[in-house]
């Protein structure tokens, strides 16, 4: 999957769900970069600008392979003990968690069928009823995107299982058993294997399946209300069938804004370059003398290779749109040396009090034509009147008499 926005429809902002209402949640992604997006996403959902960077969030954090041997003892330890509710991971967080308090898991894109069945396991493990919501691409570059690509009684590849898990049109329940008791995915109702399974579950008075194809308008009307729900009503939401569709109250959606992209600005600052060049010198020469105080003559790095020109002119073509030290920080990728960014902020402020020349604004074609006219009507206005000569044309022939 390119894309985690579909997250953006099954959360609600942190003022109408606080963080200690959310559903505990686990959601599984293929990748450590993935993860972090994940994390994103939630944060534009939730109106929590910057909280993905917040290793104690009280709403959601990140668990992978990378993850310091400290790090995933608090992150295990703190969901465990209801700090905060989502858990943005990989497989590196394990199945063998055996958390009681988790009642979602959701996996983002498709993957192997026994691994997502050990995913989807983890949510209610009390007993309680629990959510398992795949997010699946629509399209897999060099995968099987239709059913009539996926041939019965062929032996199904891993490739083959993961591709008919996503477009599969019978019951996820059957699915899932018949992959691990048979390795194989059924693509249709009039498959033998599934009969089967569907006889044994009815034999022993299985519980109605309410996956979405068994479901389908049910399960779409719950992914419409997904928002609304909370630790106080996830119980009923789930056990509740209600189709919007025949009692005639659809859910509108609301429509998503686009986030604005912050593009970092191009533009030199309006100010007078002996000024422009007076304050490089003195980020420069600031830099130098931190960089002295704390690390001697005998550094391995000088200041020039942590705090390059480049950064200079960075800080200069943008100096007069830096507000904070943070700012600042995510201008240049953050401080190479103690008291840095702090320092660069103080000699930015000066220099933003400086007086700038007050800019020539361009004319347009239009305002050049016109001021040309008027020009010329006063050159005439004002020349000088007196008596006219007229000069008389002498005809080349001569007259006869």
């Not at 069945?117 to 570059?141: H, N, S, W, Y």
Request: include cysteine; charged fraction near 25%.
């Amino acid at each position: 999957m390119v894309s985690c926005n579909d997250l953006l429809d099954l959360y609600a902002p942190k003022a109408s769900t606080p963080d200690d209402k959310v559903v505990p949640t686990i959601i599984y992604s293929g990748t450590r970069h993935r993860t972090m997006n994940v994390l994103k996403v939630l944060d534009q959902a939730r109106g929590t600008p910057d909280e993905a960077d917040n290793p104690d969030s009280s709403f959601a954090r990140r668990f992978h392979s990378i993850t310091g041997s400290l790090g995933k003892v608090d992150v295990a330890d703190d969901f465990a003990a209801g700090k905060y509710p989502i858990i943005s991971s990989t497989m590196a967080l394990g199945l063998g968690q055996n958390w009681s308090r988790v009642r979602s898991v959701i996996h983002m894109g498709r993957g192997d069928p026994a691994a997502i069945c050990q995913m989807l396991g983890r949510c209610g493990r009390d007993g309680r009823p629990g959510v398992a919501i795949m997010f699946v691409e629509k399209t897999r570059v060099g995968g099987k995107n239709q059913i009539n690509q996926i041939v019965e009684g062929v032996e199904q590849s891993d490739d083959d299982r993961m591709d008919a898990l996503a477009i599969t049109p019978v019951c996820l329940r059957i699915a899932f058993a018949l992959d691990t008791k048979l390795g194989y995915i059924p693509m249709s109702e009039k498959d033998i294997g599934y009969k089967n399974e569907k006889a044994r579950e009815e034999s022993q008075d299985f519980e109605k399946c309410r996956c979405s194809n068994c479901m389908p308008m049910e399960a779409d009307t719950f992914i419409q209300n997904m928002k609304r729900m909370n630790i106080d009503n996830i119980d009923r939401m789930i056990t509740t069938d209600l189709n919007v569709y025949i009692a005639g109250a659809l859910v509108s959606k609301p429509k998503t804004p686009k986030p604005r992209i912050q593009r970092t600005s191009t533009k030199r600052a309006m100010a007078n370059p002996e000024d422009l060049r007076e304050y490089k010198r003195q980020m420069r020469e600031a830099v130098e003398e931190l960089h002295l105080r704390d690390h001697g003559e005998n550094s391995f790095f000088t200041s020039s290779e942590l705090f390059q020109d480049a950064k200079i002119e960075l800080i200069a073509h943008n100096a007069d749109h830096l507000v904070n030290v943070k700012q600042l920080g995510v201008l240049i990728g953050g401080e190479m040396v103690a008291g840095q960014l702090d320092c660069l902020m103080k000699l930015t402020k000066k220099f933003q009090l400086t007086i700038k020349p007050t800019p020539i604004p361009k004319k347009t074609a239009a305002a050049i034509r016109a001021e040309a006219a008027t020009s010329a009507i006063n050159n005439r206005i004002a020349k000088p009147t007196g008596p006219v000569k007229s000069a008389l044309r002498r005809s080349g022939r001569k007259s006869q008499d």
